[in-house]
Nanobody, 116 residues
Framework: QVDLVESGGGLVQPGGSLRLSCAASGINFSRYTMGWYRQAPGKARERVATITRDGSIDEADSVKGRFTISRDNAANTVYLQINSLKPEDTAVYYC??????????WGQGTQVTVSS
């Protein structure tokens, strides 16, 4: 059974920071490209950042300079450090494991709310 479990979301004031974590089990983590996506109310899910097996990173223009994705293959965990949060960052943040060979998996999401 594959599980991706996100954590670290919450309510934060504008300008604040959060660190999201996604712990994976049931997959050979190091063989997957890992990514963070988000979905705001009434909007489509969008890609935030991805990190490949070899550590190559791709980030959406809207988050460059504020969000940082990283991974720890020994811990089967991918992280998203979010700084300088804005109200428009409010969304459910999802973790995704992607492999052309083994398929794709999604986590259940963690809510991030940015409000004063």
């Amino acid at each position: 059974q594959v599980d991706l479990v996100e954590s670290g979301g919450g309510l934060v004031q504008p300008g604040g920071s959060l660190r999201l974590s996604c712990a994976a089990s049931g997959i050979n983590f190091s063989r997957y490209t890992m990514g963070w996506y988000r979905q705001a109310p009434g909007k489509a899910r969008e890609r935030v950042a991805t990190i490949t097996r070899d550590g190559s990173i791709d980030e959406a223009d809207s988050v460059k300079g504020r969000f940082t994705i990283s991974r720890d293959n020994a811990a089967n965990t991918v992280y998203l450090q979010i700084n300088s949060l804005k109200p428009e960052d409010t969304a459910v943040y999802y973790c995704k494991a992607r492999s052309f060979t083994f398929g794709d998996y999604w986590g259940q999401g963690t809510q991030v709310t940015v409000s004063s």
